[in-house]
């Protein structure tokens, strides 16, 4: 187990690593209410390598989109063991735990979440604005993504001159922007039709193929498909 | 429809209800039933008929209003149903409701209340009947304009006797006389009265009577006081008919006059109200010469208030004047040619021989002051109008729906309106009851600072013409803060609001720089920091005032007042009792030395007088001399002193020497003086004063010979603290200037006690004639510090200070709620900024960056108009420059740590933003 570290190693963990990227032991997760105490997730065990592609399903309610925000380190009020890279997460403070999630998690939304007031381009500064990042470096790396995802002609349109596939098309492009080694990503065809969700498939295939770890919620068979294995949950329980 | 037609068929409706909205819902009936027919008539089956003739027709429900609003039939319903949304409105939101009537409270609070004033000052009418028929009467000289003079008593009498022009005509002197309250002679505001002084005002004694015809010109010794005046006697009935002793003389007390009489003047009251005939007898005039004043004509020492015939007034009597002069030309030629009668509103601020003196710097500063409160209100107005602009947007979607099912633009319009008519009309009562709290505290505050020997007789209880420009505020303040608010809420996108989900705009985009909101703070911060600069000016102006340097050290040093002439002595008499009160007060262990003077500086009197080289005769043939150096008179200072004066004021001769005893004891003297180094440089340029010679100016070639020498140059002592730097000044020895009243200056010895030493001088003072009246006995620098322009400054610092200090709390409470009601808005991108990697300080930096961009802009701005602030008001202030350095850097300070609390709270609970919590609220 590592110590405590006041700022994580920016080193490829699939090279100097042989130990799971996650690991959850006994991972529970509560609130509490009137009526006494309502589990949302039970007994949670669950090793995570690098460079796997996980999708979490279940009905609804059953806890998938806890598990995604306490992977991403959002939520911190939890019991039980969470390691990630060997870092106790759950005995780190809450600027470390912000600092983890910085440098090594990118997060994708149903709802795409991207700022209207913002073009796509500034949209994607975002997270590189947030890292300490030169502005001449940042420029590079907006208009490498830019390219990357073949949007260069929709830098200078906001948000809403965009439709929904293009509108999560910039939402994954910003969430892998400054490059994590692990893309959380929820429900992120929901909001999409057929042909939309399965571009997005594509793209997160192809970005597991270049060695991000992708775990994916969803409730479609076929974007399950895309992954290497599924984690089922329900009633918070994980079906073995 | 005419104004007049609607509000009745307004008024008709709210009696009406029923009946006006059946016969409009008849008369669509009708028409919708003519279209079915038609329809019917052209081949469509009933049913489609009527379906069809009720889409032609549109919206019933739109119709309907547009119907009993064309028909001015639902004005006053609608009214009333406004009024009840309005009242709901602000009872749902009892936080809102608090923090906007408080807000604009303060804002009308302070305009009533400078208002008030104002008023006091300006406009209220003095207690008298029916005032507006009352003028001033004046005696202007044909040749010069500009030139005006008082009325002798015989002329005054004419003028009476004829009933042409005035009804009745009073006249009255105001003086001061010394009046004895137990132990103590204390100096009171006396006026001399004609015998109809009462009646031609129209004000009757509370207890007792006025004065009788045959006690106008007499010596009978009566008196009436005024109510402040025997309130403080112990407001006892029953003194009608008791004595009092004024100026040695015993008078009987005839009446008491009711409380808010003020005689002609405003704001202030004189003691006591004396006849006429007791003015030569008791009035303290220089060389005490007992004259017969009202036998001479050509003794012009009273003022004239005239009641109106039936018929004449203020813009007819010109004619009938001019009458009136002529006549009285004719009659006495020598007195009056030359002079006209001109009648002008009542001289309200003292007295005066003509109509308008004084009242431009009245004007002048009542414009500034009413200008400041106004910027107070207009920040409370923008700040509300911010809270509506917040609380539109929550609303957007309720309106939506009311124009939905039929609300027209002007109809919401109306509403919003109303609401804020309704909520300024709360605030303005809150802000009268402010209004009159505050006048009666700085009435109080402001009481003692004023001349001791009148009485403040301000009434706070506003009067018609407050309370009808309170309302006026109100009405103004819902124009400034909801007309905005409700046109932009007016003009909303129905369909787009229909389909928010929640109340709040949440998303919308974020307001720009120059959005309508944080031009709004901009303009809060900007007039706050103009206020909060002129305030600090004020306050600033006040500390140096207190800590000016006349040119001497005050020290423990102290003075008293003694009024020997004012007991009835005679020259002799008053010489032999200041000779011997310097004498036991030198004597006292701890004095270092004392002397006589006429007055002092920094006092609240000052003398001037015509000086010019001795033997410059009038004119030089016929021409008027060039310069002052080749004998054209120039005006200096003046003041009488005895020996030691210099010496225990401290201030060293610049050459030669003070007054011997002689001098100043003995009348027949050789005739000497001391002047200052400016009037012996303006005398007698590049030369040495000392053995010159200079006289009083001479208007006659017969006049008296006044020559006096120069035996001693002193340095320029500071007179007064707003005038000049140094003045020219001639001191004379008290011998050869006889004058009743003296100020006994004592200088007291380093480590001496001046309280017990004061204490001392007053057993001493006692002890030498128990009838002496010492008006004043006190040490220089609490005299300095009383004194009447250090008591408006300190006002002026307590009003302008309270200004910016509401100024200030107003504009953090309008940055607060923009950056709160901000950040409420954003929480959404709060969240997802911090989802993708933002912190709690990255967060933090953004929105304190945003409302401090504001705060900013708005005191670079605040700091111009603070320029143009200072300079209107530095004509008031004491010492204090145009861009005063500590008001300058202090007020931007002051409110940009203010505002940066105001802005950190908000921020700091958008850094406390859950990012998981803020993204799934959406």
Same mark, same amino acid.
């Given at each position: 187990?590592?110590?405590?570290m006041s700022?994580?190693?920016?080193t490829?963990?699939?090279?100097?690593?042989?130990?799971?990227?996650i690991?959850l032991?006994?991972?529970?997760?509560?609130y509490?209410?009137?009526?006494?105490?309502?589990?949302?997730l039970?007994?949670?065990?669950?090793?995570?390598?690098?460079?796997?592609?996980?999708?979490?399903m279940?009905?609804?309610?059953?806890?998938?989109?806890?598990?995604?925000?306490?992977?991403?380190?959002?939520?911190?009020?939890?019991?039980?063991?969470?390691?990630?890279?060997?870092?106790?997460?759950?005995?780190?403070?809450?600027?470390?735990?912000?600092?983890?999630?910085?440098?090594?998690?990118?997060?994708?939304?149903?709802?795409?979440?991207?700022?209207?007031?913002l073009?796509?381009a500034?949209?994607?500064?975002?997270?590189?604005?947030?890292?300490?990042?030169?502005?001449?470096?940042?420029?590079?790396?907006?208009?490498d993504?830019?390219?990357?995802?073949?949007?260069?002609?929709?830098?200078?349109?906001?948000?809403?001159?965009?439709?929904?596939?293009?509108?999560?098309?910039?939402?994954?492009?910003?969430?892998?922007?400054a490059?994590?080694?692990?893309?959380?990503a929820?429900?992120?065809t929901?909001?999409?039709?057929?042909?939309?969700?399965?571009e997005?498939?594509?793209?997160?295939k192809?970005?597991?193929?270049?060695?991000?770890?992708?775990?994916?919620?969803?409730?479609?068979?076929?974007?399950?498909?895309?992954?290497?294995?599924?984690?089922?949950?329900?009633?918070?329980?994980?079906?073995? | 429809?005419?104004?007049?037609?609607?509000?009745?068929?307004?008024?008709?409706?709210?009696?009406?209800?029923?009946?006006?909205?059946?016969?409009?819902d008849?008369?669509l009936?009708?028409?919708?039933?003519?279209?079915?027919?038609?329809?019917?008539?052209?081949?469509?089956?009933?049913?489609?008929?009527?379906?069809?003739?009720?889409?032609?027709?549109?919206n019933?429900?739109?119709?309907?209003?547009?119907?009993?609003?064309?028909?001015?039939a639902?004005?006053?319903?609608?009214?009333?149903?406004?009024?009840?949304?309005?009242?709901?409105?602000?009872?749902?939101?009892?936080?809102?409701?608090?923090?906007?009537?408080?807000?604009?409270a303060?804002?009308?609070?302070?305009?009533?209340?400078?208002?008030?004033?104002?008023?006091a000052?300006?406009?209220?009418?003095?207690?008298?009947?029916?005032p507006?028929?009352?003028?001033?009467?004046?005696?202007?000289?044909?040749?010069d304009?500009?030139?005006?003079?008082?009325?002798?008593?015989?002329?005054?009498?004419?003028?009476?006797?004829?009933?042409?022009?005035?009804?009745?005509?009073?006249?009255?002197?105001?003086?001061?006389?010394?009046?004895?309250?137990?132990?103590?002679?204390?100096?009171?505001?006396?006026?001399?009265?004609?015998?109809?002084?009462?009646?031609?005002?129209?004000?009757?004694?509370?207890?007792g009577?006025g004065f009788?015809?045959?006690?106008?010109?007499?010596?009978?010794?009566?008196?009436?006081?005024?109510?402040?005046?025997?309130?403080?006697?112990?407001?006892?009935?029953?003194?009608?008919?008791?004595?009092?002793?004024?100026?040695?003389?015993t008078?009987?007390?005839?009446?008491?006059?009711?409380?808010?009489f003020?005689?002609?003047?405003?704001?202030?009251?004189?003691?006591?109200?004396?006849?006429?005939?007791?003015m030569?007898?008791?009035?303290?005039?220089?060389?005490?010469?007992?004259?017969?004043?009202?036998?001479?004509?050509?003794?012009?020492?009273?003022?004239?208030?005239?009641?109106?015939?039936?018929?004449?007034?203020?813009?007819?009597?010109?004619?009938?004047?001019?009458?009136?002069?002529?006549?009285?030309?004719?009659?006495?030629p020598?007195?009056?040619?030359?002079y006209?009668?001109?009648?002008?509103?009542?001289?309200?601020?003292?007295?005066?021989?003509?109509?308008?003196?004084?009242?431009?710097? =009245?004007? +002048?500063? /009542?414009?500034?002051?009413?200008?400041?409160? !106004?910027? &107070?209100?207009?920040i $409370?107005? @923008?700040?509300?109008?911010?809270?509506?602009?917040?609380?539109?947007?929550?609303?957007?979607?309720?309106?939506?729906?009311?124009?939905a099912?039929?609300?027209?633009?002007?109809?919401?319009?109306?509403?919003?309106?109303t609401?804020g008519?309704?909520?300024?009309?709360?605030?303005?009562?809150?802000?009268?009851?402010?209004?009159?709290?505050?006048?009666?505290?700085?009435a109080?505050?402001?009481?003692?600072?004023?001349?001791?020997?009148?009485?403040?007789?301000?009434?706070?209880?506003?009067?018609?013409r407050?309370?009808?420009?309170?309302?006026?505020?109100?009405?103004?303040? =819902?124009? +400034?803060? /909801?007309?905005g608010p409700?046109?932009?809420l !007016?003009? &909303?996108?129905?369909? $787009?609001? @229909?389909?928010?989900?929640?109340?709040?705009?949440?998303?919308?985009?974020?307001?720009?720089?120059?959005?309508m909101?944080?031009?709004?703070v901009i303009?809060?911060?900007?007039?706050?920091?103009?206020?909060?600069?002129?305030?600090?000016?004020?306050?600033?102006?006040v500390?140096?005032?207190?800590q000016?340097?006349?040119?001497?050290?005050?020290?423990?040093?102290?003075?008293?007042?003694?009024?020997?002439?004012?007991?009835?002595?005679d020259?002799?008499?008053?010489?032999?009792?200041?000779?011997?009160?310097?004498?036991q007060?030198?004597?006292?262990?701890?004095?270092?030395?004392?002397?006589?003077a006429?007055?002092?500086?920094?006092?609240?009197?000052?003398?001037?007088?015509?000086?010019?080289?001795?033997?410059?005769?009038?004119?030089?043939?016929?021409k008027?001399?060039?310069?002052?150096?080749?004998?054209?008179?120039?005006?200096?200072?003046?003041?009488?002193?005895?020996?030691?004066?210099?010496?225990?004021?401290?201030?060293?001769?610049?050459?030669?020497?003070?007054?011997?005893?002689t001098?100043?004891e003995?009348?027949?003297?050789?005739?000497?003086?001391?002047?200052?180094?400016?009037?012996?440089?303006?005398?007698?340029?590049?030369?040495?004063?000392?053995?010159?010679?200079?006289?009083?100016?001479?208007?006659?070639?017969?006049?008296?010979?006044?020559?006096?020498?120069?035996i001693?140059?002193?340095?320029?002592?500071?007179?007064?603290?707003?005038?000049?730097?140094?003045?020219?000044?001639?001191?004379?020895?008290?011998?050869?200037?006889?004058?009743?009243?003296m100020?006994?200056?004592?200088?007291?010895?380093?480590?001496?006690?001046?309280?017990?030493?004061?204490?001392?001088?007053g057993?001493?003072?006692r002890?030498?004639?128990?009838?002496?009246?010492?008006?004043a006995?006190?040490?220089?620098?609490?005299?300095?510090?009383n004194?009447?322009?250090?008591?408006?400054?300190?006002?002026?610092?307590?009003?302008?200070?309270?200004?910016?200090?509401?100024?200030?709390?107003?504009?953090?409470?309008?940055?607060?709620?923009?950056?709160?009601?901000?950040?409420?808005r954003?929480?959404?991108?709060?969240?997802?900024?911090?989802?993708?990697?933002?912190?709690?300080?990255?967060?933090?930096?953004?929105?304190?960056?945003?409302?401090?961009?504001?705060?900013a802009?708005?005191?670079?701005?605040?700091?111009?108009?603070?320029?143009?602030?200072?300079?209107?008001?530095?004509g008031?202030?004491?010492?204090?420059?145009?861009?005063?350095?500590?008001?300058?850097?202090?007020?931007?300070?002051?409110?940009?740590?203010?505002a940066?609390?105001?802005?950190?709270?908000?921020?700091?609970?958008?850094?406390?933003?859950?990012?998981?919590?803020?993204?799934r609220?959406?």
């Open positions: 187990m590592k110590p405590m700022t994580p190693p920016r490829d963990i699939a090279q100097t690593n042989t130990e799971p990227m690991q032991r006994d991972l529970e997760k509560c509490k209410t009137k009526a006494g105490f309502t589990y949302v039970r007994q949670i065990n669950l090793d995570i390598n690098a460079g796997e592609f996980i999708t979490i279940g009905p609804s309610g059953a806890g998938k989109s806890t598990l995604l925000s306490i992977l991403g380190m959002y939520d911190h009020t939890w019991e039980g063991e969470f390691l990630f890279l060997d870092h106790p997460v759950r005995r780190l403070g809450a600027k470390e735990r912000a600092l983890l999630n910085k440098h090594y998690v990118g997060f994708v939304f149903q709802q795409f979440h991207l700022l209207d007031d073009t796509v500034e949209n994607l500064d975002i997270p590189l604005s947030y890292r300490d990042i030169r502005k001449s470096e940042r420029e590079a790396l907006v208009a993504v830019l390219d990357r995802f073949n949007i260069v002609g929709k830098k200078d349109l906001y948000p809403s001159q965009l439709s929904g596939g293009q509108q999560q098309l910039v939402a994954v492009a910003r969430a892998i922007i490059k994590p080694k692990l893309l959380l929820d429900e992120p929901g909001n999409l039709h057929t042909d939309q969700g399965r997005i498939m594509e793209l997160f192809k970005l597991n193929q270049e060695g991000t770890t992708i775990i994916q919620v969803t409730h479609s068979e076929t974007n399950a498909t895309y992954g290497q294995r599924i984690v089922r949950l329900k009633d918070g329980w994980m079906e073995k | 429809m005419n104004p007049f037609n609607k509000i009745w068929h307004g008024l008709r409706s709210l009696r009406q209800a029923k009946t006006v909205k059946q016969e409009i008849e008369e009936r009708f028409h919708i039933e003519n279209r079915a027919a038609e329809n019917l008539a052209a081949g469509m089956s009933p049913e489609e008929a009527a379906r069809e003739a009720r889409r032609r027709f549109g019933l429900q739109s119709v309907r209003e547009e119907c009993r609003e064309s028909r001015g639902s004005f006053g319903e609608a009214t009333a149903q406004d009024v009840r949304f309005a009242h709901r409105q602000l009872l749902k939101n009892p936080g809102f409701t608090t923090v906007a009537v408080l807000t604009l303060l804002g009308i609070g302070a305009n009533t209340a400078m208002f008030s004033l104002v008023n000052l300006l406009f209220k009418p003095i207690h008298a009947q029916q507006g028929h009352l003028a001033g009467v004046y005696q202007q000289e044909k040749a304009s500009g030139n005006f003079r008082f009325f002798s008593y015989p002329n005054y009498a004419d003028l009476r006797a004829s009933k042409e022009t005035f009804e009745d005509l009073l006249a009255f002197w105001p003086g001061n006389v010394a009046m004895r309250e137990g132990d103590l002679t204390r100096p009171v505001a006396a006026t001399f009265v004609s015998a109809n002084y009462f009646s031609v005002l129209g004000v009757a004694p509370l207890h009577r009788l015809p045959e006690e106008e010109t007499s010596t009978m010794p009566v008196a009436v006081i005024s109510y402040p005046l025997w309130q403080r006697l112990g407001a006892d009935p029953a003194m009608i008919g008791k004595t009092l002793v004024l100026n040695n003389t008078f009987t007390l005839v009446g008491i006059m009711p409380r808010g003020t005689g002609t003047g405003s704001l202030t009251s004189p003691g006591l109200f004396l006849p006429l005939g007791m030569d007898p008791l009035a303290v005039r220089p060389g005490g010469v007992v004259a017969n004043t009202l036998a001479d004509r050509s003794a012009e020492n009273l003022s004239l208030v005239g009641r109106f015939s039936p018929g004449v007034s203020l813009a007819n009597s010109t004619a009938p004047l001019q009458v009136l002069s002529e006549r009285l030309a004719a009659a006495y020598k007195e009056n040619r030359g006209q009668l001109v009648a002008a509103p009542i001289a309200r601020l003292g007295f005066s021989n003509s109509p308008e003196r004084g009242l431009g710097d =009245t004007l +002048f500063t /009542a414009a500034l002051t009413l200008a400041m409160s !106004a910027m &107070l209100l207009l $409370a107005c @923008l700040n509300l109008a911010n809270m509506l602009l917040a609380r539109g947007s929550a609303r957007r979607k309720e309106f939506a729906v009311r124009m099912v039929g609300a027209s633009r002007r109809r919401v319009l109306r509403q919003l309106l609401e008519f309704l909520l300024a009309l709360l605030s303005g009562a809150a802000g009268v009851l402010l209004a009159v709290w505050a006048t009666h505290a700085l109080v505050f402001a009481g003692p600072g004023f001349s001791q020997k009148e009485f403040l007789t301000f009434n706070s209880t506003p009067d018609v407050v309370l009808a420009v309170s309302l006026g505020f109100c009405a103004l303040a =819902t124009i +400034f803060f /909801a007309l409700a046109w932009r !007016a003009r &909303l996108n129905v369909n $787009a609001d @229909l389909k928010m989900q929640g109340a709040e705009d949440a998303r919308s985009k974020p307001a720009g720089l120059f959005a909101r944080h031009l709004l303009g809060q911060v900007a007039l706050s920091l103009a206020l909060l600069v002129a305030g600090g000016m004020f306050v600033r102006s500390g140096r005032a207190v000016a340097n006349p040119g001497f050290a005050f020290g423990s040093n102290f003075y008293a007042e003694l009024q020997a002439g004012a007991a009835g002595y020259e002799p008499r008053v010489r032999e009792l200041y000779r011997g009160a310097t004498e007060i030198a004597a006292l262990p701890g004095v270092e030395s004392d002397s006589l006429w007055s002092m500086p920094f006092g609240d009197a000052d003398y001037a007088a015509g000086v010019q080289r001795a033997g410059s005769s009038p004119l030089v043939d016929g008027p001399f060039a310069t002052v150096a080749e004998g054209k008179d120039m005006v200096a200072n003046n003041n009488v002193i005895g020996t030691d004066y210099f010496r225990t004021l401290g201030v060293p001769l610049l050459r030669g020497r003070e007054f011997t005893r001098e100043v003995s009348t027949n003297a050789p005739r000497v003086a001391i002047v200052s180094q400016s009037l012996a440089d303006e005398l007698w340029p590049g030369e040495d004063a000392l053995g010159r010679r200079l006289q009083f100016t001479r208007a006659r070639a017969d006049a008296p010979d006044t020559s006096m020498e120069v001693g140059v002193v340095p320029e002592l500071k007179q007064d603290l707003m005038g000049k730097a140094s003045h020219p000044f001639l001191y004379q020895p008290y011998g050869q200037a006889y004058q009743p009243s100020l006994l200056q004592v200088r007291v010895s380093p480590g001496a006690d001046s309280k017990s030493l004061m204490r001392q001088a057993e001493a003072l002890r030498l004639d128990p009838l002496l009246p010492v008006a006995l006190k040490t220089l620098r609490a005299s300095h510090e004194s009447v322009t250090v008591a408006l400054l300190r006002m002026g610092a307590r009003i302008f200070g309270t200004f910016g200090l509401v100024a200030l709390f107003l504009a953090v409470i309008g940055i607060y709620g923009v950056r709160a009601y901000s950040v409420a954003r929480t959404r991108e709060i969240g997802i900024r911090m989802a993708l990697g933002a912190s709690s300080r990255d967060v933090l930096r953004l929105i304190l960056r945003e409302g401090l961009l504001l705060t802009m708005g005191l670079g701005l605040g700091l111009m108009l603070a320029v143009a602030i200072g300079k209107l008001a530095n008031f202030l004491y010492d204090i420059a145009v861009i005063d350095p500590f008001a300058f850097t202090m007020a931007p300070a002051l409110l940009a740590l203010s940066l609390l105001a802005c950190w709270l908000p921020a700091r609970r958008a850094s406390k933003v859950d990012p998981i919590v803020a993204l609220s959406e």
